[in-house]
């Protein structure tokens, strides 16, 4: 595989379910991310991670929860979200981070409905 | 703080005709700067960038766009539309330690 993978591509939670978005890079990145990308609304970055370590966090609820196990992998833990969640979530990587010119490469997003 | 506009939220063409999306960005400093592109249902996809050199750079799908730091513009062209160019645009910049930061989007619309 190459490029960026998010999987589920779809879902759909209740309120009190716990999910896990996921997120894998084949690029060779050091930084991974993660957007919100709701209607009518521009792109959120919600999170950083560079080399492993979280650099960003744009106060986000604590209902979601990232994890960055190595530089490949980026999860995204979601409990007690509500209705106002839904959104599509999108995960990018990019060789570097601060002062880089490489751009951001996205995966295609996980779409997320919260009922 | 850096921002991003993109003058009009919604652009339609006929097939054919050509394309002209608007970006604009605030900055003492000229940024990095970059247009995407966005399908439905899918991820955003890096259409061009310019970081230094020549202002007028070229992208995929025939698309070109040119740095015009008078102007602080970043406008994306494209001669003739297809109707496979339907789609959401956006612009987007970087400077140096800091976070990109993007447009709002535009979403073209090519009409037969």
Redesign the interface.
């Known amino acids: 595989e190459t490029g960026v993978t998010q999987t589920p591509r779809h879902l759909v939670m209740g309120m009190t379910n716990k999910k896990s978005l996921k997120c894998e890079q084949h690029l060779g990145h050091n930084a991974m991310y993660w957007y919100k990308q709701s209607a009518k609304k521009p792109l959120e970055l919600m999170f950083v991670y560079n080399f492993k370590e979280q650099t960003e966090n744009n106060s986000v609820p604590s209902r979601f929860s990232p994890e960055c196990p190595n530089s490949s992998h980026l999860f995204l833990h979601l409990h007690t979200l509500q209705p106002e969640d839904s959104a599509l979530y999108l995960c990018a990587s990019s060789q570097g981070r601060r002062g880089v010119t490489g751009e951001l490469f996205f995966g295609e997003g996980s779409r997320l409905t919260v009922l | 703080a850096q921002s991003v506009t993109q003058l009009g939220s919604h652009v339609s063409v006929s097939e054919g005709a050509l394309v002209l999306l608007r970006c604009n960005y605030s900055s003492s400093v000229p940024p990095?700067l970059?247009w995407?592109v966005q399908y439905p249902?899918?991820?955003?996809?890096?259409l061009l960038?310019y970081?230094t050199g020549a202002t007028l750079v070229k992208g995929i799908n025939g698309f070109e766009a040119e740095f015009k730091k008078s102007e602080t513009s970043f406008h994306l062209t494209k001669p003739s539309a297809h109707m496979s160019d339907a789609a959401e645009y956006?612009c987007a910049v970087?400077r140096?330690?800091?976070?990109?930061v993007?447009?709002?989007?535009t979403r073209l619309s090519v009409l037969p």
């Open positions: 990095y970059f995407y249902n899918q991820g955003l996809q890096l960038k970081t956006f970087i140096y330690g800091q976070n990109f993007f447009g709002p989007g």
